[in-house]
């Protein structure tokens, strides 16, 4: 491996990480996003989803990639094929971020553009992370700056994993071929409830924080006031489906298998981003 690695949505939360990770480890890297901006002191490179033709220079002496979908976006397959279509057509060894639980289910777009890529002839290795534990100071940390987390989440326990178990996973499989043809499911070290995790971040930041389950309706009603568009926050409601399930409580041992340690608990990460957690937006 002499060429380049690029990682699309560098910017982002597992992305930056990830940057860095491959940059300590001296591989040279082409930073991908939509402003094209450097990363971590990493070569930036404009690439937009959507427009294909944005994807020949960033994969201009690359041989590997590193391919997620920021958040915001419900169309993964659409998006997500012409990328996989690109990295395939090169002979560039894609490691595909995916979704916990898609497996699950062969009519699931996201397992649809996994599948695609078992089917590419260029090498791989797929990725399928839980519910990220960075969401606590992203997505959710207005309730959390008011004391409460309201999420259609039910009673359902997940497994969060921290975005820096992510990014070393990701590392490890973009530089040993030894992972190459296979699927990870990324957990951390224990499932909780929402309610769970509410008395392990009240405990970090030193005040009460408690998780209020509501339904979907509220929840749409909330991101919608909030600026997001009726679809997408319909598609964010679908996806506590699983949770309420339990389907997402499944602890696995893939991040050791990739990095050679355990993965982070919900509570070093709390540890870990206090800052973060306690700052008002």
Do not use: C
């Amino acid at each position: 491996m002499k060429g380049k690695v690029l990682v699309i949505g560098a910017t982002g939360t597992v992305g930056r990480p990830l940057v860095k990770e491959l940059l300590n480890k001296g591989h040279p890297v082409k930073a991908g996003s939509r402003t094209g901006r450097s990363v971590e002191g990493a070569e930036g490179v404009a690439l937009e989803f959507g427009t294909p033709a944005s994807f020949e220079s960033a994969f201009d002496g690359v041989d590997r990639v590193y391919v997620l979908l920021p958040s915001g976006y419900a169309n993964s397959k659409e998006l997500l094929l012409p990328v996989i279509q690109t990295a395939a057509s090169r002979k560039v060894k894609v490691v595909l971020q995916s979704v916990f639980g898609v497996d699950a289910d062969d009519s699931i777009p996201y397992r649809q553009v996994e599948i695609a890529l078992e089917k590419s002839a260029t090498p791989y290795v797929i990725l399928r992370p839980n519910w990220f534990a960075n969401n606590f100071h992203t997505f959710w940390k207005a309730g959390i700056d008011h004391g409460q987390i309201a999420l259609p989440a039910g009673e359902g326990k997940s497994s969060f994993i921290d975005a820096r178990d992510i990014a070393e996973g990701a590392a490890a499989a973009l530089t040993n071929d030894s992972f190459n043809g296979k699927a990870f499911n990324l957990t951390g070290p224990e499932a909780l409830s929402y309610a769970d995790a509410a008395r392990i971040l009240s405990e970090a930041i030193g005040k009460p924080v408690t998780y209020n389950a509501i339904n979907d309706e509220t929840f749409i009603g909330i991101l919608t006031d909030a600026g997001l568009s009726a679809d997408y926050a319909a598609f964010l409601a679908s996806i506590f489906h699983p949770v309420r399930q339990n389907w997402t409580a499944a602890v696995t041992g893939d991040v050791q298998t990739l990095t050679g340690r355990p993965p982070r608990s919900l509570k070093t990460y709390a540890a870990d981003n206090l800052a973060l957690l306690t700052t008002k937006n």
